[in-house]
């Protein structure tokens, strides 16, 4: 059968080829090579792949097989080339020079998908093999996953040796999946730890993410799959790797260095170069520009919710597929397909998610809460407002279990919404429900366009995908594609405003299901800055049952924001009108004010306070901008406070600053020009943050009247100068909070560069706004900087940002470095051991700062952010090794490495290394006592779960009795969950602490980062406060300042209003929620706090939409006809009391408070 193709190789061969020490002999379909220490059978039946290696005097071989496997998504199989018949073969001598001996080239042109070309080569007197694999892709695929090396062992081999260590046979699993390892640049199966055996060492690979897996099968023999997890493929695309196995008889790990030695074997190029590159590419551009559209049809009959989609309507549904990598690189590996339809009720989502992984699932979400999204899991996205800025996010994992971030009444405790969830032998499904009553809108209408996206999260390979790419993460709305509600017979499948690409053309991707071609016409108005806008029209022909795409064209030539407003219509009728929105960034210079950008352009600035901003400059030219000025058109009233002292490293300064006036349309401005100490080269605006700016900040002066005024603002620079910007700067009423005496309300000053005006402006805000506590280094810098801060009320706090760092002390001490996984010493981090030995003096330096500011009174607490490093990640040294040993009856004569140690005591390990993390916690206090610096410790991490625990090596059960202050994270950037998720996260970890030590638990908040994740409503803001306090936690900490604005001043001064008149309740008084109820109850609606007669209730309404009346009445309260209302909110009118209880009604998304007595 192979006679044909194995000419070239007989006539080479002539049954016997021989030179020195390297044979190569042709038996059938067999050809053997083999020298003085090695024997290998290549099968060129089965692609030529070795099918036996063995040593020279022995007959058994020490190996099953090697091959190479891909996994075809399309077609659900794998394919494996030693499955691939019609083989060629030819062999040629190695010249002296390079080392000689024999080179077998075999070119397997039927491998799908692929020309295939691989190499053997066995050198004179070495126990050798050399795999080259060159690929060459023939059309688009997506393969998944690609595994370059399966190495199956022999049936003698029982242990597995690698460089972390060596594992038996027994200890690894019987799984066709195998146990994912961190990967090994080798590995070997041998017969005992000291045994004859075969090694594989890896020398060349693709800039993949990769992940090795082993095990053994059920006949005992075991496996390796070195897998890669690659982009999808475009013709023309080349791939290489290659790799050595070697023959051994005893001592793997020294046989295997001269293996790792040799470098990279090399593959003949193909004939004929490079195809072009192909469809792939093209995909993915078409998927990753403009904004993807689904016309979804309202059907009549709901589906059933069993996570089988299998129901009438999904055969009607508009089908969201060819899903994306998050970041848009590449086309997801794995298909994800979604399908959407919709009723007067509901929105329905059904997802069917491939998997040819089943059996590594993450699933550990077994009920709602809020680490859902850790598992596999999908995500829907809807902006209902379309604005492109925030989302309502449904998540539902394999399982079928659900998490939101449900704006209203309850987060999870809404449980109208709902989903279904079922499992196939090489997929998962789920259905999902969403009712209109669960959104706080009214039910869409046809021609209505939501913002729309699904997300995919793979954990068994950590890959992200999404109908839209989202590089900045899922929640970046201003990415997501449209939903358009109603379908006709001809729509609209994408759109590119040609706005945020090139400002040329408009082009409207159209499909059509009627049997005849039919006439599209559109009408499309632009316009700039809110300028009269200018139309243009066109018409296509969709052909029958076909899509056409309509261009219209028009060129934007002046940089700015537009509107572009696309109408279209068909066979009489509009069936799309739709707006969008984008910026057309200049060539030269260009800017933003940061955070008001992110508001629409409006910054909000509170009477009686200073409100900074980020003034980001960017150059989107090739050349550079030796000098450059910052310039600022602000109402007069309005005074500009220059924030970044002369030695700051983070910002630009201000080399100079000038102040003059302006006058426009009869309004006078001051004209303030900062000159930039630093040139500017090129740069894009969207790659910047907010440190890549210019600080500054403002002030209302009495004189500024009004609510509402407009401030401008450009780059210049000589000879040229930026398009300018216009924001709204608006002047809200000044913030009037009240510190409380003691419950901390405090703000991290992380990134803070402060001049002496902008530092006491700063402190006086925050008194203003009830602020009692700031975190930040300058304090220990500056003494004044301390007075000032406690001249304002203010406790201050230093951030210790710290893992084990100290070169210092290893450059005296290079054996008390960090172990890595890989068995290299770290240069920066001491072995946690050695930090944590009350004898040792490695924490001195780094905690010398704030031991000195403790004693002068310019920090009280020591804030250890605690994230890391990962407890897999180090550290492996032999005095971390003895101690895990000793502590968990570990044999002394057991060999503990990475490998061993992940394989056989992963959770011993991760609580070995969270408990390392309390006795440096340990230290810290001990060295503070030691040196007489009244100094308490605080530590940041997430909340109890094992992520935390795994990758931040924090347990709380075992950190606390360690700890002056337990500050978890409750990060949340809306008002979703605060009913319940927000509510019942505060109450557990705050008891599950206690329960161990009684230590004070503050709640750590913000009001966002960047981007999607920015807390655009300040009432969320004011309701996590209160929530916080009143459910239990000792204070709340704001991580971090950047963000604030007057709205979220604002907030703040209310809620520590609130929280210093309720003080004594917090402090002294007992919480028992039962004492009355509250009717609607929706998640946790109100709390209690009982001290001595007197009764504290705080009311909440989550709507965010609406004011909402509740209903008091008694619950366990004793005799309750002898209570009265004796103080309430000032706002409130103070209700009365009745032996039935009371009604309050309470504004939307707020909360009030009153307290009974009798």
């Keep these: 059968m192979l006679r044909a193709a194995f000419a070239l190789l007989l006539l080479l061969l002539a049954s016997h080829v021989a030179r020195a020490d390297v044979t190569a002999v042709r038996a059938g379909d067999a050809l053997v090579l083999s020298n003085s220490l090695i024997r290998v059978r290549l099968d060129l039946s089965k692609g030529g792949c070795p099918t036996e290696v063995a040593l020279a005097t022995e007959k058994t071989s020490l190996c099953g097989t090697a091959s190479l496997s891909l996994y075809y998504e399309g077609e659900k199989r794998w394919v494996t080339d030693s499955s691939i018949a019609g083989a060629t073969a030819k062999i040629e001598r190695r010249p002296e020079n390079a080392g000689g001996g024999i080179v077998v080239q075999v070119d397997l042109p039927a491998f799908p998908g692929w020309d295939l070309r691989k190499s053997y080569t066995l050198r004179e007197g070495s126990p050798i093999l050399s795999v080259a694999y060159r690929m060459r892709v023939r059309e688009a695929l997506r393969p998944y996953p690609f595994i370059p090396v399966n190495l199956v062992g022999s049936a003698s081999a029982d242990t597995l040796l690698a460089e972390g260590g060596a594992v038996s046979r027994d200890e690894l699993p019987v799984s066709d999946f195998a146990l994912v390892m961190n990967e090994s640049p080798w590995y070997a199966f041998a017969k005992g730890a000291d045994g004859p055996g075969v090694a594989v060492a890896l020398s060349k690979w693709p800039e993949w993410y990769r992940r090795h897996t082993i095990g053994r099968r059920k006949d005992g023999t075991l496996f390796l799959h070195a897998r890669g997890f690659p982009e999808a493929f475009t013709p023309g695309q080349e791939v290489e790797f290659s790799y050595h196995l070697v023959a051994f008889e005893k001592e793997g790990r020294r046989a295997v260095a001269p293996a790792r030695a040799l470098g990279v074997a090399a593959v003949p190029p193909f004939e004929g170069g490079a195809a072009a590159p192909g469809a792939a590419s093209e995909t993915l551009a078409r998927l990753t520009q403009g904004v993807r559209t689904l016309c979804v049809p309202q059907v009549s009959t709901a589906p059933i919710l069993d996570g089988v989609l299998d129901d009438p309507c999904w055969t009607v549904a508009a089908v969201a597929d060819q899903f994306v990598r998050s970041n848009g690189s590449a086309l997801a590996a794995t298909e994800t397909v979604g399908r959407v339809v919709y009723d007067a009720d509901a929105l329905y989502i059904g997802i069917r998610c491939a998997e040819p992984l089943m059996a590594n699932l993450v699933t550990n979400s077994r009920e709602p809460g809020p680490n859902v999204w850790q598992d596999d899991c999908v995500e829907v996205r809807l902006d209902p407002r379309r604005d492109r800025k925030t989302s309502l996010q449904f998540i539902v994992n394999a399982l079928g279990v659900r998490q939101d971030n449900l704006l209203g009444e309850g987060g999870l405790t809404r449980t109208r919404w709902s989903a279904g969830a079922h499992r196939g032998a090489d997929f998962w499904s789920v259905e999902i429900r969403i009712p209109w009553a669960d959104l706080d809108v009214t039910p869409p209408r046809p021609g209505d366009a939501w913002g729309f ?77 809110g300028k009269t806008p200018v139309f243009a029209r066109g018409e296509v022909s969709v052909p029958p049952k076909g899509e056409a795409t309509l261009t219209l064209p028009f060129e934007a030539r002046e940089a700015g924001t537009y509107r572009v407003a696309v109408t279209l219509a068909a066979l009489g009728e509009i069936f799309y009108a739709v707006p969008f929105t984008g910026t057309l960034w200049a060539e030269g210079l260009n800017s933003v004010l940061w955070p008001a950008e992110e508001h629409d352009q409006t910054l909000y600035l509170a009477r009686e306070t200073l409100q900074h901003f980020f003034f980001i400059p960017a150059n989107h030219s090739q050349k550079a901008y030796p000098a450059f000025d910052f310039v600022l058109l602000l109402p007069e009233g309005v005074e500009f406070v220059d924030c970044v002292p002369k030695g700051s490293r983070n910002y630009h300064k201000a080399r100079r600053i000038d102040v003059g006036r302006e006058v426009r349309d009869g309004v006078t401005y001051q004209r303030v020009v900062i000159t930039s100490d630093r040139a500017l080269g090129p740069s894009r605006l969207e790659k910047l943050r907010f440190f890549n700016g210019y600080l500054g900040a403002l002030r209302a002066t009495p004189r500024l009247a009004g609510e509402k005024h407009r401030l401008f603002y450009y780059l210049q620079a000589p000879g040229e100068r930026e398009r300018e910007h216009a924001l709204d ?190 006795r440096i916690a340990a230290r810290i206090r001990q060295h503070a006592r030691e040196k007489n610096a009244p100094l308490r410790l605080a530590v940041y991490s997430g909340v109890q779960n094992e992520h935390t625990r795994r990758d931040y090596r924090v347990d709380w059960t075992t950190l606390a009795p360690h700890l002056d202050i337990a500050t978890p994270s409750f990060y949340s950037f809306g008002a979703g969950g605060l009913a319940d998720q927000f509510t019942r996260g505060i109450r557990e970890t705050v008891k599950g602490i206690k329960e161990v030590h009684e230590i004070p638990v503050f709640a750590t908040l913000t009001t966002g980062y960047e981007g999607s994740s920015l807390t655009r409503d300040a009432r969320a803001t004011r309701m996590q406060i209160l929530k916080a306090i009143a459910h239990g936690a000792d204070g709340v900490y704001f991580w971090w300042w950047g963000t604030n604005d007057g709205r979220h001043y604002r907030a703040i001064a209310d809620a520590s209003r609130v929280i210093a008149e309720l003080e004594p309740f917090f402090l002294k008084g007992t919480n028992d929620d039962g004492l009355v109820t509250v009717e609607p109850s929706a998640g946790a609606s109100h709390a209690c706090w009982r001290l001595g007669n007197e009764v504290a209730v705080l009311l909440f309404n989550h709507r965010g939409d609406a004011a909402q009346a509740l209903r008091v009445a008694p619950g366990s309260l004793p005799e309750p006809g002898e209570w009265r209302v004796v103080r309430a909110s000032p706002d409130l009118e103070k209700p009365a009391w009745g032996p039935g209880g009371l009604s309050v009604a309470v504004p939307a998304l707020d909360a009030v408070w009153l307290v009974l007595a009798r």
């Design 453 to 529: 996206n699904l997300n995919r999260e793979r954990r068994p390979v950590r890959e992200t995908t999404g109908w839209c790419p989202t590089p900045a993460g899922f929640h970046q709305a201003e990415r997501y594609g449209d939903l358009l509600f109603g379908r006709g017979e001809v729509e609209v499948t994408r759109v590119e405003p040609g706005i945020d690409r090139d400002g040329k053309g408009i082009r409207v991707y159209l499909r059509s299901r009627r049997a005849e071609a039919v006439t599209v016409t559109a009408s499309v108005a632009i316009a700039r800055d």
């Design 729 to 918: 700067l608006v002047v809200l009423p000044a913030p009037e909070g009240r510190q409380p005496r003691e419950i901390p309300v405090g703000v991290s000053l992380w990134t803070i560069a402060a001049t002496d005006p902008f530092w006491r402006g700063l402190m006086e805000t925050y008194r203003r706004c009830g602020i009692n506590s700031v975190e930040s280094g300058k304090m220990g810098a500056e003494p004044d900087a301390a007075r000032v801060a406690r001249e304002h009320g203010m406790h201050p706090w230093m951030l210790l940002w710290w893992s084990w760092w100290n070169e210092e002390y290893l450059k005296q001490h290079p054996d008390a470095a960090v172990v890595k996984r890989d068995g290299r010493r770290d240069a920066k981090m001491v072995c946690p051991e050695v930090v944590a030995d009350p004898r040792s003096d490695a924490i001195t330096a780094p905690l010398a700062g704030y031991v000195d500011a403790a004693k002068a009174g310019a920090c009280e607490v020591i804030w250890w952010d605690l994230e890391g490093p990962g407890a897999f990640e180090v550290c492996f040294c032999a005095r971390c090794l003895e101690r895990f040993r000793r502590e968990n009856g570990i044999a002394a004569g057991e060999e503990l490495t990475p490998l061993v140690i992940q394989t056989r005591y992963a959770s011993q390990w991760t609580a070995f290394a969270c408990a390392q993390s309390a």
